[in-house]
């Protein structure tokens, strides 16, 4: 067996909704998983899998990389050739932090990656890719771009605009052990809300844009919201729990994507500090505080060498 092409993908954890923006906007943090991807010269997959879900992640051709990779195959008409894959995962799997979207991007600028040269994958073929495997571009689009993104569709497909989040913005998650299905909680959500309920959202939405790239000191206003974490709060009591008691001490925190996770924008690192600490003293069982940056490179691929990082 002659193997081919080797490439290096790494992709950013992301945190989607940010309390109002519900399905809109997404923020990638400094959490990485990365993937080792090499052609094997036959027909065969070959998959080995650190870390994080490690036990749980299929090693045929239901793995949602290689399943991804395929897509970006299909759609400039080929098939997808035996590779081996070596996953080392960090996000959590099942938080909220956007595992399912990095895999799916992972797996296309792995496909990107081991096309280059003869066929090329622009920003918009790429978002379009994942929003199809993801269904909807909020966790996709910070993973493929970095940074804050507003993600929406119109009548070409997802569109996405990145912005430069302000350098006092400090994010904390806090991670459970206990795990929440993004199906469930979406499954919890009403098919209509009131119209003041929406119209408040939208405020909020349009608040916390600013309160992320020039305002921090507005966080805890422009993060309330009223269209998706109440109905989720009866599957997730302990997490509903943290958020309320950490805003009720001016924390701006939310439910960071479907959850169960707790996302806290902190004005500042020392009050990321004075968070995490609270938070430790209000749950009963183990929760680990993650104090991050925010990435601002989103998924990068690249030829794979010994030593790479």
Do not use: C
Not at 84 to 103: F, K, Q, T, Y
Not at 286 to 307: I, Q
Request: charged fraction near 20%; avoid cysteine; charge should be negative.
């Amino acid at each position: 067996m002659s193997e081919g092409r080797r490439v290096l993908v790494r992709v950013p954890a992301t945190s989607a909704n940010l309390g109002p923006g519900f399905d809109t906007l997404g923020l990638a943090l400094s959490v990485y998983d990365e993937l080792v991807v090499t052609e094997r010269g036959d027909d065969q997959l070959d998959i080995e899998v650190t870390g994080e879900g490690a036990a749980d992640v299929p090693r045929d051709g239901s793995n949602l990389v290689v399943r991804a990779m395929a897509h970006a195959y299909a759609s400039v008409g080929r098939t997808l050739p035996g590779v081996r894959l070596e996953a080392r995962n960090v996000i959590p799997h099942g938080r909220g932090m956007g595992s399912s979207g990095a895999a799916v991007v992972s797996g296309l600028l792995a496909a990107k990656g081991l096309l280059a040269g003869d066929v090329e994958f622009g920003p918009d073929t790429l978002l379009r890719l994942a929003t199809e495997m993801e269904g909807h571009p909020d966790n996709v689009a910070p993973a493929l771009f970095g940074g804050l993104t507003i993600a929406w569709m119109d009548e070409t497909g997802p569109q996405h605009k990145q912005l430069i989040v302000h350098r006092g913005v400090a994010p904390l998650v806090l991670v459970p052990e206990f795990t929440m299905s993004t199906q469930v909680a979406r499954s919890l959500q009403p098919l209509q809300v009131p119209r003041e309920d929406a119209v408040f959202n939208v405020s909020r939405s349009a608040l916390l844009i600013a309160a992320l790239t020039q305002s921090p000191e507005l966080l805890m206003a422009a993060t309330e919201d009223k269209l998706h974490q109440s109905y989720r709060a009866q599957a997730m009591p302990e997490t509903d729990r943290l958020v309320r008691a950490l805003r009720a001490q001016g924390f701006a925190a939310v439910v960071s994507g479907a959850g169960p996770s707790v996302l806290v924008l902190a004005d500042g690192p020392g009050r990321r500090l004075e968070a995490a600490e609270l938070a430790a003293s209000l749950v009963d069982t183990p929760w680990e505080a993650h104090m991050l940056a925010v990435d601002v490179r989103g998924g990068t691929v690249k030829e794979y060498s010994e030593g790479s990082t």
